[in-house]
């Protein structure tokens, strides 16, 4: 039996790492869907979120597959796209974060609000509606970082995920995490009647 050189495991090592990532971010998925039964009552933002979630997920599952760079590049130029998509009918949404990666992903100064009351500790990391004004609500999602994601947020990066990262991002302040930490949040705008479960207190002022 021929034995496998050294050069050959190190010349796929990217490979095999975006395949186990893929496998273990599709399993994550598979286990989130059954841990959680949908609700009665489900917020708007979250059934308008939900596309842009799916289709995320598909993205990167398909780039992580294919090995860390094309994971990195789905997060960069696919992601974006997917939130354009399905902001239509005066519907926005995107992600957003307090450490960010992509510069074009700062959040709004009411966003900005929600990011820090989850960072404070005094509230749990749930999902909120907010009235923005009287004819338009919003809805935010918190991100728990998780396992397959270390690869790319975590403490110790792969030198060729720290090259790439390098490259695109110069600026990245998006590592460092650790499983169940706030990566950031989902985030959708839509028209409503300004009456959101949680109504931002500068409508009142």
């Avoid at 005066?90 to 992509?102: A, K």
């Avoid at 490259?167 to 959101?196: H, K």
Wanted: some cysteine; proline content about 7%; charged content about 25%.
């Amino acid at each position: 039996m021929k034995r496998i050189p050294k050069q050959f495991w190190k010349q796929t090592a990217g490979l095999r790492l975006g395949r186990a990532m893929g496998c273990m971010f599709l399993a994550s998925v598979a286990l989130g869907v059954q841990a959680r039964s949908v609700p009665d009552d489900v917020p708007k933002g979250a059934v308008l979120l939900k596309p842009f979630k799916m289709g995320l997920k598909s993205a990167l599952a398909g780039g992580m597959s294919q090995g860390v760079d094309a994971a990195i590049r789905a997060c960069s130029t696919q992601a974006p796209a997917i939130a354009e998509e399905h902001s239509v009918d005066g519907v926005t949404m995107g992600r957003s974060s307090h450490r960010l990666r992509n510069p074009d992903n700062a959040p709004e100064p009411w966003l900005a609000e929600v990011l820090e009351d989850y960072l404070s500790g005094e509230r749990e990391l749930t999902p909120r509606t907010l009235a923005l004004d009287e004819h338009r609500e919003a809805y935010v999602e918190p991100i728990r970082l998780q396992a397959p994601c270390l690869a790319c947020h975590g403490e110790t990066l792969a030198t060729e995920v720290e090259q790439r990262l390098q490259e695109l991002y110069p600026q990245d302040q998006a590592t460092g995490f650790a499983i169940g930490d706030l990566r950031g949040v989902f985030w959708v705008t839509y028209p409503g009647s300004g009456l959101g479960e949680e109504p931002d207190s500068r409508g009142a002022e």
